[in-house]
């Protein structure tokens, strides 16, 4: 997330004052290398990879900020969020592809940093590489598993992160359901809501929402870091030398890096990004099996999709994009629940024959599921509803705009939909986070506020 915010801001130097602001701020940045005695690594593709780590590190924040974001506990020296970002060989496009932290994996022969003991091949989560061998291990683990050749590393810990969404004046998102995690004290209506950087960090760490776990909470972490492109691009700050400066020493001064990323080479990038924007980016993750792996001492573990995985990581390869332009779906309602896992019966309540069946086409096509036969009915435009699906109600109602929503209690899982004259056509809906096992890329602009 820092990494976006320190290549975006770099735009600046398109103005001819990006030199001038950005001279000595590369001394701030502590530097790494985890690219040291690596052996037998991928084919460099077309490009630029880097691997962004988000680090559970909490030994500098205060107690303060302890208690008021629930950042009690040990921390585990494992990498809490892991992102593989490729930028294409033209600049116009940012690929990232969130990797499951628990995911199995089989670390490559090394010495525990720790310990200095040497460890053969073995299986661990994806995350606790970081622990064993920090960042080199952990790069070596991730281009053995992707084939993906990685270019530049760049680490943050919890307390930069909340220095960075402080720094840029926080980050709107939005939200069309409650979340509510009592692991982290998030709690957000639904709406838009600016966060600032303890809240923000509550948001892009809960994974106690909805029973997905970490695979809903990488999606969250991507729609924030779209916001967080979104704000550093349209707030100003770019234009605005003296922030510009406050906001890159924040950014910079707190991450870790490779050697080779140094400001002058961000400042290079950004000058070849200077109209990036949200819709430039792109976003999915890494499609894991709907069945685990129990691994003894380990744990369960996500199993990658071999085929949906090797699809993705081609692609990074062979720096083509991800996600299709899809005008339809930036103009579709976002709704809470997926209408994938919704079953309507359609009624045509008004004399136009045929139109409960043109409604159950369109309603196919925006993803219910239908029964296929339309019948006649006699009544208003309503959403029937067993009241134990009230929120898949909701997102039905959002197809059929100015529809009145009807409780029929023992009705069932089926909504039953009654046309009325008013009908024109059903509204496209997409849901907020994809239906569960579903690995699907989004641009940003279809995952930030509209």
């Not at 997926?338 to 309540?349: C, D, K, L, T, Y």
Request: net charge neutral; hydrophobic share 35%.
């Amino acid at each position: 997330m820092r990494l976006v915010t320190a290549v975006s801001v770099a735009v600046l130097a398109a103005s001819g004052v990006g030199h001038a602001v950005m001279s000595g701020l590369d001394s701030g940045i502590e530097r790494v290398d985890p690219f040291k005695d690596m052996k037998n690594r991928p084919a460099a593709g077309n490009g630029l990879n880097i691997l962004l780590a988000g680090t559970d590190g909490r030994d500098t924040i205060t107690e303060e900020q302890r208690e008021a974001y629930r950042l009690g506990g040990k921390p585990c020296h494992c990498t809490d969020t892991l992102m593989l970002l490729h930028l294409s060989a033209d600049h116009s496009r940012v690929s990232v592809v969130s990797l499951p932290r628990d995911s199995y994996a089989m670390t490559p022969p090394h010495t525990d940093r720790t310990t200095g003991e040497k460890h053969r091949s073995h299986p661990v989560k994806l995350n606790a590489a970081y622990a064993e061998g920090g960042p080199g291990l952990t790069v070596r683990t991730v281009e053995k598993m992707t084939e993906v050749k990685i270019d530049h590393y760049v680490e943050v810990d919890f307390t930069s992160f909340m220095e960075t969404v402080d720094a840029v004046g926080g980050v709107e998102i939005c939200t069309v359901r409650r979340l509510k995690d009592s692991y982290t004290g998030l709690d957000l209506a639904p709406g838009r809501h600016r966060l600032d950087g303890g809240r923000a960090l509550q948001y892009v760490r809960s994974r106690h929402l909805d029973g997905t776990g970490d695979l809903s909470r990488m999606q969250r972490q991507q729609r924030f870091l779209a916001a967080l492109t979104a704000e550093v691009t349209d707030s100003g700050v770019l234009l605005n030398p003296v922030r510009f400066r406050e906001v890159t020493r924040t950014v910079l001064g707190s991450l870790r890096a490779d050697s080779g990323f140094t400001t002058e080479r961000m400042l290079d990038l950004g000058q070849a990004m200077r109209n990036f924007s949200p819709a430039s980016a792109e976003f999915t993750s890494v499609p894991v099996l709907e069945k685990g792996r129990e691994v003894p001492e380990v744990g369960t573990t996500l199993v990658w999709d071999p085929q949906k995985a090797g699809r993705i990581f081609g692609a990074l390869r062979e720096d083509r994009p991800l996600a299709a332009h899809d005008p339809a779906r930036r103009r579709a309602t976002v709704v809470d629940v997926p209408p994938e896992r919704i079953r309507v019966q359609v009624e045509n309540g008004t004399p136009r024959r045929g139109l409960g069946a043109e409604a159950d086409r369109a309603l196919r096509d925006t993803g219910f599921g239908t029964s296929g036969e339309a019948v006649d009915a006699a009544d208003r435009a309503t959403v029937l509803y067993d009241p134990r699906w009230d929120r898949s109600a909701r997102t039905v109602a959002a197809a059929f705009p100015g529809a009145e929503l009807k409780a029929v209690p023992g009705q069932g899982g089926t909504l039953r939909v009654v046309l009325g004259a008013d009908f024109t056509e059903v509204t496209p809906v997409r849901a907020e986070d994809p239906p569960e096992g579903r690995a699907e890329a989004l641009r940003g602009d279809e995952v930030t506020c509209a």
